[in-house]
């Protein structure tokens, strides 16, 4: 079947860094993907691997194992802007599964 | 910067009542998409659309979904006879073709049904 775990929350200080990491199953890959959803908000785009390594986006990376099934989302120099949810999908056939996302929260 | 947008933002009906939600696209894309997130629950896939018709459809998008694009701009949802459990924020979003298949989303419908 098709699954995907990250973490519910994570708290970090401003200025500081974060890796939400997202564990995934699937039959079919086309590509991971992070989006940012603030509360109320719609999801929005972050960042895509498609292919096994790290990809570097300003304060924003993120990592790929498809052979783990493993992703990660890096967010550096925390800003207070940054407190939202973090959702990690897969592609599969064009469509997008999604995980529960994480709530990451940002404190002075 | 283009941008998908949806109407109307925030929907109120009665139980029974038919609804159609809808969506303007990025103009240059060519697949086209519903998803939807219940108060505190994950965003889920509903609906596919490509080359005027479906492409796939998720279990949740049974007989009383339907999806339609009735000119070149808009693409649509049709709930026939709302349930209190289709009470949800209804995003729409749009993909162009190409190596990078970013889906772009809408700022969302909040379906109220009472």
């Known amino acids: 079947g098709q699954n995907i775990d990250q973490p519910t929350e994570m708290t970090a200080t401003e200025g500081a860094i974060v890796q939400i990491n997202c564990t995934y199953q699937?039959?079919?890959?086309?590509?991971l993907f992070w989006y940012q959803q603030h509360a109320g908000e719609a999801p929005t785009f972050l960042s895509y691997n498609v292919l096994d390594g790290l990809e570097e986006k300003g304060r924003f990376s993120s990592f790929l194992s498809r052979s783990k099934g493993y992703s990660y989302l890096l967010l550096k120099e925390l800003q207070m802007k940054d407190s939202a949810s973090y959702l990690c999908a897969f592609e599969d056939d064009y469509k997008l599964s999604f995980g529960a996302g994480t709530t990451v929260t940002v404190r002075a | 910067e283009p941008e998908v947008t949806q109407t109307p933002s925030h929907q109120v009906t009665q139980m029974g009542q038919e609804v159609i939600l809808r969506c303007v696209p990025i103009s240059n894309h060519l697949y086209f998409y519903w998803y939807r997130q219940i108060l505190g629950q994950k965003v889920e896939f509903l609906v596919s659309?490509?080359?005027?018709?479906?492409?796939?459809k998720s279990e949740i998008f049974d007989d009383q979904f339907s999806v339609e694009r009735p000119d070149g701009s808009n693409f649509t949802l049709k709930i026939r006879s709302t349930k209190l459990e289709d009470s949800a924020m209804y995003f729409c979003?749009?993909?162009?073709?190409?190596?990078?298949?970013?889906?772009?989303f809408g700022a969302g419908t909040r379906l109220s049904v009472l």
């Open positions: 699937t039959s079919g890959f086309n590509g």
């Open positions: 979003a749009s993909r162009e073709t190409g190596e990078k298949n970013i889906q772009y």
């Open positions: 659309f490509y080359n005027n018709e479906i492409s796939e």
